[in-house]
């Protein structure tokens, strides 16, 4: 879904590319709630490309259920964290990120970022009235990756113009 397609939120403003750009490059840590540890799900993905690329982040991974995830200590909530996030990056449902927004707000952090797919005017309202920047319905590591040149090496950008097979 681009932002296009989603209902207008009353004092907030889907961040531009170059928003987005400066909002990765300021952070120096980032949490993501709801990591998962099974590899086919998006948020591993992209903690696994965060934790392995050549980024300065300190990342945080946050699952209540989860005591561990690619090797890195899983907290149980933003209050557990040793300190407060930049970024929270948020892989839960839609319908949850109002509750997540307060979670994130109460941390102090400066940024809520939901990833690709998810959308609340609710959450991105609350959030932007606290002060905090917000980014919705775009994925960290497809941002991050576009901005450092890094696609072709993420899996994105094979090359191939072509849409036959070789």
């Known amino acids: 879904?681009?932002?296009?397609?989603?209902?207008?939120?009353?004092?907030?403003?889907?961040?531009?590319?170059?928003?987005?750009?400066?909002?990765?490059?300021?952070?120096?840590?980032?949490?993501?709630?709801?990591?998962?540890?099974?590899?086919?799900?998006?948020?591993?993905?992209?903690a696994t490309y965060l934790l392995s690329s050549s980024t300065d982040y300190r990342v945080y991974l946050v699952n209540p259920r989860e005591t561990e995830i690619l090797g890195q200590p899983v907290y149980a909530s933003l209050d557990d964290l040793p300190e407060v996030p930049d970024i929270v990056d948020v892989f839960r449902k839609s319908d949850d990120l109002p509750e997540v927004a307060a979670d994130v707000i109460a941390v102090g952090a400066k940024v809520f970022w939901a990833q690709l797919g998810l959308w609340n005017g609710d959450a991105?309202?609350?959030?932007?009235?606290?002060?905090?920047?917000?980014?919705?319905?775009?994925?960290?590591?497809i941002e991050h990756a576009r901005f450092a040149g890094g696609l072709h090496l993420a899996g994105f950008d094979t090359g191939v113009i072509s849409s036959k097979r070789r």
Request: proline share 8%; aromatic share 4%.
């Open 124 to 141: 991105a309202k609350a959030t932007a009235d606290a002060g905090l920047e917000v980014v919705m319905d775009r994925c960290t590591k």
């Open 1 to 46: 879904m681009s932002e296009a397609k989603h209902p207008e939120v009353d004092g907030w403003t889907p961040p531009s590319p170059l928003e987005r750009k400066r909002i990765l490059d300021d952070a120096t840590s980032i949490a993501i709630v709801g990591a998962s540890k099974n590899p086919a799900r998006a948020s591993n993905f992209v």
